[in-house]
């Protein structure tokens, strides 16, 4: 098995870590964590354990569940007490269930090639086009995410949504939750930021890297948002799917933003953000969901953190041996 395969040990990237969390999630994480830890960051694709998780994918139970609870008409069901509310709260309600179902499939591994999800996404395209009430940008912002990452870039739809909101941007760079705001929203900001990241024509576009130094200027700041005010903000490393958690995330989606949009930064900031990172690990092997709050760490924050820290540490190391072969 790969957890008592040594070679893991001797990973460069990790040698200012507390200890190795590889044989933590293999042993402990649930299945698409593990999954993605050994594709994203042991970048095996062949070997026996990597066929096995893959094969056990597609039969995980609340993946599964998940997919059944789809009607024929592509629909996930609202739930909850929608008597008194208009047409259009209802619709709007669906789509945001709609894109909460969709982000979780992301979770789950499944893509573009899985027929329900296309069915889902079909039904998100349509609703987008027929809104009418007013969505907060980070909502926007997750369809345009589904759809870069379920391979619909290119819909009429989607390609609209992205000009208007790209057309909304402040001087200062950032985005306002809201059209008829004047501030902008820190977090809404940078979740569009990291969205528009996960797409190869995106992350040279100049909106974006005006949005960037936004959010540079910003970092570590208080009551830059008042969706997700304060500092602990910048603590709380865990993302959700619904409602607010979709922009939380803190330091962690500062630095997945850069990742995606900057990633050959050597600034000092972001050297000092990614120290403070690493630091951060706890006695577990794990990452907290919230740094100072949660001592026994959270799987999936732990896979984002070490995606980031691959790309970053990397980096470093192969600067080290640069400079140390030239003297």
């Not at 460069?12 to 200890?19: R, S």
């Not at 948002?225 to 995330?249: A, C, E």
């Not at 026994?296 to 600067?319: A, I, M, N, Y």
């Amino acid at each position: 098995m790969l957890h008592n395969d040594k070679r893991i040990d001797q990973i460069p990237w990790m040698v200012n870590f507390k200890m190795n969390p590889i044989p933590v999630i293999l042993k402990a994480a649930p299945l698409p964590v593990r999954y993605q830890l050994v594709t994203d960051i042991l970048e095996d694709t062949t070997s026996d354990d990597f066929l096995a998780l893959q094969k056990n994918l597609r039969k995980h139970q609340p993946r599964r569940k998940l997919l059944a609870e789809q009607n024929a008409k592509g629909l996930w069901p609202v739930g909850g007490k929608i008597t008194g509310l208009s047409d259009a709260q209802i619709h709007t309600l669906q789509l945001l269930k709609q894109q909460e179902v969709l982000h979780e499939l992301l979770e789950f591994s499944v893509t573009h090639k899985q027929e329900k999800v296309m069915l889902g996404m079909r039904e998100v395209l349509r609703s987008l086009a027929e809104q009418e009430l007013e969505m907060r940008l980070h909502h926007q912002s997750q369809a345009v995410f589904l759809a870069i990452t379920y391979q619909l870039e290119g819909n009429p739809i989607i390609k609209e949504l992205i000009r208007d909101i790209i057309a909304r941007q402040n001087s200062d760079g950032g985005w306002s939750s809201l059209p008829d705001e004047t501030s902008s929203c820190y977090w809404s900001s940078l979740f569009f930021v990291w969205t528009l990241g996960q797409s190869d024509n995106f992350r040279k576009n100049r909106a974006l890297k005006k949005g960037l130094k936004y959010l540079e200027s910003k970092v570590l700041q208080e009551g830059e948002s008042i969706l997700l005010p304060g500092m602990q903000v910048w603590d709380t490393l865990i993302s959700g799917t619904s409602g607010l958690s979709i922009i939380s995330g803190g330091t962690l989606r500062y630095l997945e933003t850069i990742k995606l949009v900057d990633s050959d930064n050597k600034d000092r900031k972001t050297y000092k953000l990614l120290d403070w990172l690493i630091d951060a690990q706890l006695n577990t092997g794990l990452w907290p969901s919230i740094v100072s709050r949660d001592k026994q760490g959270d799987f999936g924050v732990t896979l984002r953190v070490l995606k980031v820290l691959k790309h970053f540490q990397s980096q470093r190391v192969q600067e080290t041996l640069k400079y140390d072969s030239e003297f």
